[in-house]
């Protein structure tokens, strides 16, 4: 049972252009989102959250959105560069069930920024 | 600086042996987690636990046990390792929501 889903492994776009990543999850007590990156053979890094209190969270050129009545959020990164090639996670966690931070996972999806 | 170090980027083991995966935090987190990381699979909780000596069975705990005697320490320990067990192994820390990485044991069974 995949309560995360993120359905494209893979998205490829020119650099200078928007990527968007796209992440659907199931479980309507999931109250926190956040968004990972990951380099080959390295732990994933944090890249920015967002609460379900919220609609859209801005860091630079990163923003997630999230859509609560159809359980779906997004990441847009503008503009695109070739240091973005990297895997993203998506992950949520029910905060209120307090269980020390749980985060539940997708599956990934693999960004390539051609120059 | 956030610092979440595993003994081992790279271990290589038979089946059967025992093999002990160490994740060591420096900032005195309560929460510790273990996933695996396997291609189409994403990450995958195996245990984690929320205090000293307290642990919680995750989604994949089947061949494996944890270990918490100090915060800042958490094992995962494989009772008889074996080739699908063969992965990328993440543990991770944190306060609230947001967890901190290491740096990933890639873990090859033979």
């Known amino acids: 049972d995949q309560q995360v889903k993120q359905n494209s492994p893979s998205l490829s776009v020119q650099e200078g252009r928007i990527s968007i990543l796209n992440c659907d999850y199931t479980n309507s007590m999931f109250d926190y989102f956040l968004w990972y990156k990951k380099y080959p053979a390295e732990g994933p890094t944090f890249l920015i959250s967002i609460s379900s209190i919220k609609d859209k969270n801005e860091d630079g050129r990163f923003t997630v959105f999230l859509n609560k009545s159809a359980k779906h959020l997004s990441l847009h990164i503008v503009p695109s560069q070739p240091g973005d090639s990297a895997v993203y996670f998506c992950?949520?966690?029910?905060?209120?069930?307090?269980?020390?931070?749980?985060?539940?996972f997708g599956q990934g999806t693999e960004l390539s920024v051609k120059p | 600086d956030v610092k979440v170090t595993q003994s081992s980027r790279y271990l290589v083991k038979r089946t059967g042996e025992k093999v002990f995966l160490e994740c060591v935090q420096d900032m005195d987190h309560e929460n510790m987690f273990w996933y695996r990381q396997d291609p189409g699979l994403g990450l995958r909780l195996i245990y984690f636990s929320y205090d000293v000596k307290m642990k919680e069975k995750g989604d994949i705990p089947e061949g494996y046990s944890v270990s918490r005697e100090k915060k800042e320490r958490f094992s995962l320990i494989l009772e008889s390792a074996s080739t699908n067990q063969t992965s990328m192994y993440l543990c991770a820390s944190s306060l609230r929501s947001e967890a901190f990485f290491g740096q990933g044991t890639r873990l090859t069974v033979v």
């Open positions: 992950a949520a966690s029910a905060r209120i069930y307090n269980q020390g931070g749980k985060l539940i």
